[in-house]
């Protein structure tokens, strides 16, 4: 059955949906994006992703064509006409279209795009499996803090880790792991979860300031420090977090088995806590 999607303030069939070949999104990769979990109708921390939208339009001096309020009323609608119980919802802001130049164009109103995608997490067999993960070098730009629609070191990266039997990799740059293609990278040392600091080098993770907001309810401390991947290989557990992934257990990387090869109870519990979390609509603003 066809999705209702939203392309620049209209309601359509997916099949009817058209964007500019000019528009700058596809020229240059002038645009950013967020991607809002829903899980029993309702959005996960939505109003998180929106402040995050909104920080980066303001770092590439990009006025966004709706509020905030706005914006939300327009994820609902989706979930409503599409009857989404669970999966996610992409937004995608590009600077409009224009005559392909590369300096701003003027009088040009951004472009603002939104779909679902059905897709089951909460109950995902690779929760209690795990994930495998495969390191490769980090080739992304400097501004990784932006949510810049500039994909193509991920899509590297994470085909790397399809033709190596992986769901995910970690980039690493100057020896360090900074994050995953598409997530935060985490291990465990006993009751500390350890991440990287937040700088222009990862982005800010909604799911992992939701995971640092619930630490005393989960009974761990956070060191905010970087990592290499010889102290991953030697961690008590590893996972990763991200909008659609929650919190899920990494069981191997690079071919070395984590915990033994299967998920380990810090992470079992961490993703417990975010899904009673998530359940609830989460609880970031």
């Known amino acids: 059955m066809s999705r209702t999607v939203y392309v620049n303030g209209a309601y359509l069939p997916e099949e009817e949906a058209t964007i500019s070949i000019f528009d700058r999104g596809f020229i240059f990769g002038d645009g950013i994006y967020e991607v809002s979990a829903v899980l029993g109708a309702k959005l996960v921390d939505c109003e998180a992703h929106l402040a995050r939208l909104e920080r980066s339009a303001g770092e590439i001096g990009l006025d966004l064509p709706c509020s905030r309020a706005e914006l939300i009323a327009i994820h609902r609608e989706l979930i409503a006409r599409n009857s989404l119980d669970e999966g996610s919802i992409y937004l995608q802001v590009s600077r409009g279209a224009a005559d392909r130049d590369f300096p701003f164009p003027k009088g040009v109103k951004a472009s603002l795009v939104l779909f679902t995608q059905a897709r089951q997490f909460a109950n995902t067999p690779l929760a209690k499996t795990g994930i495998k993960v495969v390191s490769t070098p980090d080739l992304r730009w400097a501004r990784r803090d932006i949510k810049s629609v500039n994909l193509l070191a991920p899509v590297l990266a994470k085909q790397f880790a399809a033709e190596n039997g992986a769901q995910e990799a970690w980039m690493v740059e100057d020896g360090v792991v900074t994050e995953g293609a ?26 992992r300031t939701a995971v640092l907001a619930f630490l005393a309810e989960s009974g761990f401390t956070f060191e905010e420090r970087e990592f290499t991947l010889e102290e991953a290989l030697d961690a008590e557990e590893a996972f990763i977090t991200s909008a659609t992934s929650l919190v899920m257990p990494v069981t191997t990387i690079d071919g070395h088995s984590i915990h033994n090869g299967a998920p380990g109870p810090a992470t079992i519990r961490l993703r417990e806590i975010y899904l009673d979390h998530a359940r609830k609509g989460g609880v970031l603003g």
Not at 192 to 207: A, D, E, M, N, Y
């Open 182 to 207: 598409s997530s935060t990278a985490w291990i465990v040392k006993g009751k500390t979860l350890i991440s990287r600091p937040l700088s222009h080098k990862v982005l800010p993770g909604i799911t």
